[in-house]
């Protein structure tokens, strides 16, 4: 019993090892390091496990807000060239023409992302114009809980980091669908002819 | 960089030799060879071709925003349709989608690098020359923005139809990158990213990564052209353009849904219209005769026009000159490749009477192009819901052309 029990793991990765380790056929390329995967791993999943540590809060946000995301988005987060980052208390400010992609009071981004680590993605690889990838990390936790708090999300002492990011509740965490997919498979909709 | 110098030094001997020539010619006793006067600089002639001066066809902003604009970024531009002859779209002609506007990123294929990790048994990272060492496949298939639709105030197919064109695509299959890394269990999405100053970063289904993806270095016989991803782009065939992401530099294997930069513009709550969303349907449209034509007269025309669809090969098409009462099958005038552009084409008399000309493809899994109302009837809303609304999902609704008895073309979806 006691050889047993101590071959069974050896066994088990044997029979894993066979099943899905399957040997290169070219041999090419170079292995990354940890650090240089890392350097370059800024996709942020829902549970948030790529999140760098760090933190920030709406308050930290709000002075960040007015330096680096203004000129383009408008004081109020309305209203200004770049698109809508903050839905209006009333909806008069956002008439005249909406440039494509066209984001208004709809599709604010703090009130239509699913998920808030969308939001902290989207502010870490794209902005500011001319500037991405500048921002740190406590930053953008820090422009992410200003964004949230502004379109009443959270509250504005709520801090936010790798852990507390991931929970916030959002409005529309249920607004997407996920649709199978196959090779060879027809739309749901097709004309008659 | 160096290749530019190689070839500035090559011109500069290829005159000099010339000069020394003609010097030797004027001195000596021979008679002296003619010299044709060229009217075109040696780097045209010799180098790298244009195309004529008369022919003037050219790539225009969408009609919802300026390229550039007024922060100097260049947003989508539209190919011009209209004037394309075959399936293949001059690589200079490719309609350009960038993600929130964009520059044009301009990367040394000797620095670059494809890092494909995460839930896969070997991480690696790839040169431009070690991708060259798989064995590579030539596919042509269009790229089509998932923004391309109809509206009645477009004039023209470039404004109607645009935002899709169609390449001989050159590169490694990404199911043998993918074999090469070993995806591990449980692995069911791939999340792919660009090196461009956004880093656009979109996510799908690892069983489309294993089908029929495409890590591209080549363009109709060419590198890629740097507004299509100098020098690498992976192609998502049939899926909307925004999965072919430009500047491919990382490919995450991962256990579920990202839903990062790419994504999160695109979602829908609604499971049939995110379905009709992500993989194009069936979808043609005719060129000539096309709104803001002149026809000069009655008599004999060429009727023709592009079929694609995302889920597959074009199998037929259909085109009606009567608004949609009757219709008859065109003629393929070109080769059929799978999720690629296909030209039809028929003999077509005008009589000089006010007439609608519209097409509709039928692909390999028997789905069938719609019409508004047909697409009317399915959602439940009024045909004039389509004047004012977007299709839901990706438009793929036959457009109508209206010929007037004095010859002029125009969209008939006013």
């Not at chain 2, 550039?68 to 490719?94: K, M, Y």
């Not at chain 2, 353009?241 to 995450?252: A, Q, V």
Request: net charge positive; glycine share 10%; with cysteine.
């Amino acid at each position: 019993m006691r050889s047993l029990r101590g071959l069974l793991p050896v066994m088990i990765l044997a029979l894993c090892h066979a099943a899905w380790a399957q040997s290169p056929t070219y041999g090419l390329g170079r292995t990354p390091s940890a650090e240089e995967i890392r350097a370059w791993d800024i996709a942020i999943s829902p549970t948030g496990k790529e999140l760098p540590p760090g933190s920030g809060t709406a308050k930290e946000g709000a002075q960040l807000y007015t330096q680096k995301c203004a000129a383009c988005h408008g004081t109020t987060g309305s209203g200004g060239p770049a698109p809508m980052l903050i839905k209006p208390q009333s909806a008069s400010t956002s008439s005249g023409p909406c440039v494509a992609p066209c984001i208004r009071e709809g599709n604010v981004m703090a009130l239509h992302s699913p998920y808030a680590t969308t939001i902290w993605d989207y502010i870490n690889r794209g902005m500011p114009l001319s500037q991405e990838g500048t921002l740190k990390p406590n930053e953008v936790y820090a422009l992410t809980a200003f964004l949230l708090y502004k379109n009443g999300v959270i509250q504005e002492d709520d801090v936010l980091d790798a852990q507390s990011l991931p929970q916030v509740k959002m409005p529309n965490r249920d607004g997407y669908a996920l649709p199978e997919w196959k090779p060879g498979m027809p739309r749901p909709f097709s004309a008659k002819p | 960089m160096a290749s530019k110098k190689a070839s500035r030094r090559g011109f500069l001997k290829a005159g000099a030799a010339a000069a020394a020539m003609s010097a030797m010619q004027s001195a000596g006793a021979q008679a002296a060879v003619p010299q044709a006067q060229p009217q075109k600089s040696l780097k045209e002639l010799v180098a790298y071709g244009e195309r004529s001066h008369f022919v003037t066809s050219v790539r225009v902003p969408v009609v919802e925003r300026p390229s550039p604009d007024q922060f100097g970024l260049i947003f989508h531009v539209l190919t011009p349709l209209q004037d394309q002859v075959g399936s293949i779209t001059p690589s200079s002609l490719h309609f350009v989608g960038t993600h929130r506007g964009s520059i044009v990123p301009d990367f040394d294929p000797k620095d670059y690098r494809l890092m494909i990790h995460g839930m896969v048994d070997r991480p690696l990272e790839f040169t431009m020359d070690e991708l060259k060492r798989f064995p590579s496949v030539s596919r042509v298939h269009f790229i089509e923005c998932l923004g391309n639709h109809s509206r009645p105030e477009y004039t023209t197919v470039q404004q109607t139809h645009g935002l899709t064109s169609s390449s001989e695509w050159t590169g490694v299959p990404l199911s043998v990158l993918l074999k090469e890394v070993g995806v591990q269990k449980g692995a069911a999405w791939v999340v792919s990213e660009g090196s461009e100053e956004v880093k656009g970063a979109g996510s799908f289904r690892l069983a489309k990564a294993m089908d029929d993806c495409l890590v591209a270095y080549g363009q109709n016989g060419e590198p890629l052209r740097p507004q299509q991803g100098f020098p690498l782009r992976l192609l998502v065939p049939g899926f909307e353009g925004i999965y072919n992401t430009k500047w491919l530099r990382r490919i995450k294997v991962v256990d579920r849904y990202y839903m990062t930069y790419n994504d999160y513009g695109h979602i829908q709550k609604d499971e049939e219209i995110a379905a009709l969303t992500f993989q194009w349907g069936p979808k043609s449209v005719i060129t000539f005769p096309s709104g803001g034509q002149q026809l000069p007269g009655p008599g004999i025309y060429q009727l023709t026009g592009l079929a694609w669809s995302g889920g597959g090969a074009v199998r037929k098409v259909e085109v009606s000159t009567d608004g949609g009462q009757t219709w008859k099958e065109a003629e393929i005038r070109g080769a059929v490749h799978p999720k690629a552009h296909t030209r039809f084409g028929m003999n077509w008399k005008w009589d000089g009477q006010e007439c609608v000309l519209q097409s509709r493809c039928i692909d390999e899994l028997g789905q069938v192009q719609p019409t508004r109302a047909q697409l009317a009837q399915h959602f439940k809303v009024t045909p004039d819901y389509y004047k004012t609304h977007g299709v839901q999902g990706s438009d793929n609704m036959i457009q109508p052309w209206r010929v007037a008895s004095d010859g002029s073309v125009h969209n008939a979806i006013a």
